[in-house]
């Protein structure tokens, strides 16, 4: 409801302005000033939503490269290293299935364990199941580093894979549901503008010339 009273108290006022602003059209059919006043009302309301989807953009970037800064004060760089590990890549699950060792190899901080085992799950959950050479990989990986016998590590990677679908098909849910919501309320300001439009041209053609 916030987004809907936004954008028609935004639009009605941009297109109103758009109308009530342009110059006096003389020896023009009322049909054709109507679609004309029609038409700038919703150019505005365009050009409104290109600028705010550029600023909301350059806003999202900033906060998302911001914590991925240099020291130095340089700016987030995409497929720049972080944590001293090479950025993944859209190959990623395959290149760890290549690289896959039946014995895990303890690192300091378990970094770049947990990035293979995010790659796979994410992979998982776009697939709506585990693969059987992953499932019983992510099973090994969780016996050994959990010190849990092989169907309790079995059972702890179904029920985390369940939690973590049902996490994503939330968010899915939410997405969707709010997208829905801002598509109505931009149908709803372009309407606005547009229609508020005409109302600012039949009042600018009413003033008289004194």
């Not at 006043?37 to 998302?64: I, K």
């Amino acid at each position: 409801m916030w987004l809907i009273l936004t954008q028609f108290m935004s639009a009605s006022l941009g297109g109103y302005l758009a109308g009530r602003l342009r110059t006096k059209w003389a020896s023009i059919h009322t049909d054709e000033v109507y679609f004309r006043d029609t038409a700038n009302g919703f150019l505005a309301w365009a050009v409104a939503v290109v600028f705010t989807a550029a600023y909301l953009t350059s806003a999202a970037g900033y906060m998302v490269g911001g914590p991925a800064a240099s020291a130095e004060g340089g700016g987030f760089r995409p497929g720049a290293q972080v944590d001293g590990r090479p950025p993944a890549s859209s190959y990623a699950y395959f290149v760890d299935a290549l690289l896959r060792s039946d014995e895990l190899k303890p690192d300091a901080n378990g970094a770049a364990l947990h990035d293979e085992v995010d790659v796979i799950l994410g992979r998982s959950i776009r697939l709506g199941d585990i693969p059987v050479a992953d499932r019983a990989y992510l099973t090994h990986v969780v016996q050994t580093r959990a010190g849990l016998s092989q169907p309790e590590a079995d059972k702890r990677v179904s029920e985390v894979f369940a939690e973590a679908q049902q996490s994503a098909d939330a968010t899915r849910k939410t997405v969707a549901h709010g997208l829905f919501w801002v598509f109505l309320a931009l149908l709803v300001g372009a309407f606005s503008a547009s229609f508020f439009a005409t109302i600012g041209g039949r009042e600018r053609d009413r003033v008289v010339h004194v």
